[in-house]
């Protein structure tokens, strides 16, 4: 199966591991196993904070079952609290 | 788009003026106004200052979705929604929302809605900075529930909104 990179744009607390973050993942991988994959790459200490955060495209948040078929760019938002 | 929405993203001082300007019109009897401003204080902790950031082009998607939702709720209302990005001292103005309607009620009420909401649902992020040089960003209300009503494409049909 082919490997793909997942760039990942970082806000909020993520910020501390930079603007970005690059994620290795299977072609035809979920938007869970690319949250699996943050976590390998952050720590294990950061699984809470990944779970309760979702991923997003330009054009909108992805659902659980999303799939990525080729590399591309997304943004990781934690919880949020705007105002 | 609905010319009665108008909503942005700024990295300059939120103008009011423009805000109230934007939601007037002779038909409008009332304008509501909501300002969010850096307060000295949070959880016992004595604050200098918050650095705000934002997903620009979700957020400003947010804003109108939600404007556009009271407007549903409300109709004839109009809406002007700043929100700040970037690093504010204790006083600086992060939001300012402008909401007009025929009569106060529509007004009162349609205001509240879209603050509570961008609360709840826009991707901004507060990090607090405090008189002792430590700084933390806020927990806040997890997206979750908004990917599981996304409609976002699969990520092969190229559309915005998968309807296979």
Redesign the interface.
Known sequence: MEEIKVSI?C???F?QFGNEIDVSILANSS?DDIKGAIVRHLGEKYKEIVG???L?????????E????AP?EL?I??????? | MDEHILTEVSVVEIDLARAIAFVSDAAQGAIDTFIGIVRNNHSGKSVTGITYDVHENLANQSFREICAEAQGIWPGTRYFVSHFYGVLDVGGVSIVIAVSSPHRAESFEACRYVIEEIKKRAPVWKQEHYFEGKSDWLPGHSLNSEAEESLVCCGRCGEKRHVG
């Open positions: 744009r806000f909020g607390m910020r938007v309760s955060s979702v997003a495209s330009d054009s909108g948040i992805l659902p659980e999303y799939i990525v078929y591309v943004s938002l934690p919880p949020v609290c705007g105002g």
